[in-house]
């Protein structure tokens, strides 16, 4: 008997393996087809007769749940993470959509925590797919592009959220805020990270001109939610708060970072809301930005469940459990390997102030990927300080920055001795590594390691490369 059970759980589970081959087959497919759309980063700053059209014939799906809304620079997707955990543990069913992925490309629609299975993505889409086929129809015919990348993917969750059905949503912006795909949905609950300059060929080019475009995503009725501020923001968003009749609670107004200390693989921190101060609150990030976060993520969730104090053992449960993959995660030891989506100036600012404060590094080499269209001799300056050396190479996006053209912005920086070049990230890797080791074996300090940092796309292909994705 226990042989005939053990033949059919082989046969089982080779079904199984089979199955999960074909749905991944059949995801690349979807991904190729959804991909070779005009990419995301090339948007389009309308949404009413596009995504709502196409949401229109799906049965205006994101009208089905609640919504908290993020938008920022920096730390939307931390903070939404945050967010949708703290939301969870309170038993609630939850949909999270952030951008952009790390390794595939259903880690950005989640429902309860999980992302969708390859299946499950794919039956998704093939939901979605004759809805999206008569749109490109109608934009096709009007004279205009089909439906991009990120339209679609958007559709795709907010028909994920509502089929599941969630309860409540989290949804990180795309970029912007106003003519932002994610917009479609109308917000409970507004969160707004720090705003700094970014992505000025679509958004403006100073942090006012970038507040107006993601003060968008607060509704009439709505609470806002904002990080601490440039006055001239504060402006904008309370501008906005007035105009549509929503509510606002700011940071160092009604919302504060009593304390924080650090601890063993992240920080305890207490945090003031309008409703109590939670004390002793363990967040397994690190940094000072990501008690910032957490602040956010704790004073939307109390808003979104009423403004009522929320029990302190569910608040300690659900940070407690918070996972962001590449915001200064350790991917390797020996040498310490550390990775981190880094990829503006206020970002890189914020990781050299993370990993003074919680690795004890004397001896740092950085690995550093950066976009074209990137600020690299921002990103640079902020991160001079922390690197002995840097190896500057590229990430397999088409995008990315070439690194000798990166090289003469650095070496003005770091001089010349400090900069390194290597087209290939396994490469950089090898060379940041051996200057890493180099330093160890002149006694340099046993406390050394390698940070790969410069785009989201050059982390991802790191994790990769080290076994993390």
Not at 5 to 20: N, T, V
Request: aromatic fraction near 4%; proline fraction near 4%; charge should be negative.
């Amino acid at each position: 008997m226990s042989d005939k059970k053990s033949r059919a759980d082989e046969r089982a589970a080779a079904r199984a393996a089979a199955d999960d081959a074909a749905a991944r087959e059949d995801l690349e497919r979807v991904y190729a087809h959804i991909v070779s759309r005009a990419p995301e980063h090339d948007v389009a700053p309308t949404i009413d007769d596009r995504v709502g059209r196409l949401l229109e014939l799906l049965g205006d799906p994101q009208r089905s749940f609640r919504v908290i809304h993020l938008t920022g620079t920096n730390g939307k997707s931390s903070t939404a993470r945050m967010t949708e955990r703290l939301v969870r543990e309170h038993g609630l069913r939850t949909g999270l959509f952030t951008s952009p992925h790390l390794t595939s490309v259903t880690e950005r629609i989640c429902v309860d925590g999980e992302p969708l299975g390859a299946a499950r993505f794919v039956e998704v889409w093939h939901d979605v797919h004759p809805y999206v086929q008569v749109v490109d129809a109608e934009l096709t015919e009007a004279g205009r592009s089909p439906l991009h990348f990120f339209e679609v993917l958007t559709a795709m969750a907010f028909a994920a959220f509502a089929d599941t059905p969630v309860d409540v949503a989290v949804l990180e912006v795309g970029m912007g805020g106003t003519w932002d795909c994610t917009n479609t949905a109308d917000a409970d609950v507004a969160v707004v990270t720090p705003i700094s300059v970014d992505h000025e060929r679509w958004l403006g080019s100073t942090p006012a001109e970038i507040a107006e475009v993601k003060a968008g995503i607060i509704k009439p009725g709505s609470i806002a939610v904002t990080a601490e501020q440039r006055p001239e923001v504060d402006e904008v968003l309370a501008e906005r708060v007035a105009q549509v009749g929503a509510r606002m609670l700011r940071e160092d107004v009604e919302l504060e970072v009593v304390d924080r200390r650090v601890a063993v693989g992240g920080q305890l921190v207490a945090l003031r809301t309008p409703a109590a101060t939670y004390t002793e609150i363990f967040v397994p990030l690190h940094g000072e930005h990501q008690a910032h976060n957490a602040l956010l993520a704790l004073a939307s969730v109390e808003q979104l469940l009423g403004g009522r104090v929320l029990d302190g053992g569910v608040v300690e449960t659900a940070f407690a459990d918070v996972a962001v993959p590449g915001r200064l995660e350790l991917v390797r030891s020996s040498p310490t390997v550390l990775v981190d989506v880094a990829h503006n100036p206020h970002g890189a600012r914020a990781l050299v102030a993370a990993l003074d404060e919680a690795f004890t590094l004397r001896t740092v080499v950085g690995v550093v990927g950066i976009m074209a269209d990137k600020d690299a001799e921002g990103m640079l300056a902020e991160l001079e300080p922390a690197f002995a050396h840097v190896v500057l190479t590229r990430s397999s996006s088409d995008r990315s920055a070439d690194p000798i053209d990166v090289a003469e912005v650095a070496r003005e920086i770091f001089g010349e001795d400090r900069v390194h070049v290597t087209e290939r990230l396994d490469e950089a890797l090898q060379v940041a590594t051996n200057l890493a080791e180099a330093d160890d074996a002149v006694g340099v300090g046993t406390g050394t390691g390698v940070v790969v940092t410069g785009s989201v796309v050059t982390v991802a292909d790191a994790r990769i490369l080290l076994g993390r994705g």
